[in-house]
């Protein structure tokens, strides 16, 4: 098993930034695609953003050149730089990865972290 670790979430005022982290723990082979989701009440869950383990990375096009993913691969650990945050940005923020041990590649994901934006 896999355990992940968010951390970052909170109160921000429209404009504002914040940095949410994910730690992977735990029965770790190859930690190949992570990401992150957001929900907000009421609405489908949204991919954010993904980054592979050489980090070439993906955004949805709502977040494009607000926010930035990057990871550690020594510490097993991916973050997101969110920036110019708006109220519709307000979501619990959930990160993905993907645990590759060949041939089978498992999933696994984190407990959420909120972000409010908000005056």
Not at 12 to 18: M, Y
Not at 38 to 59: D, F, H, M, S
Not at 65 to 87: E, G, H, V
Not at 89 to 97: F, G, M, R, S, W
């Amino acid at each position: 098993q896999v355990q992940l670790v968010e951390s970052g979430g909170g109160l921000v005022q429209p404009g504002g930034s914040l940095r949410l982290s994910c730690a992977a723990s735990g029965r770790i082979f190859t930690i190949t695609n992570m990401k992150w989701y957001r929900q907000a009440p009421g609405k489908q869950r949204e991919l954010v953003a993904t980054i592979t383990r050489g980090g070439n990375t993906n955004y949805a096009d709502s977040v494009k050149d607000r926010f930035t993913i990057s990871r550690d691969n020594a510490k097993n650990t991916m973050y997101l730089q969110m920036n110019s945050l708006k109220p519709e940005d307000t979501a619990v923020y959930l990160c993905n990865v993907h645990n590759l041990r060949p041939p089978f590649e498992y999933d696994y994901w984190g407990q959420g972290t909120q972000v409010t934006v908000s005056s």
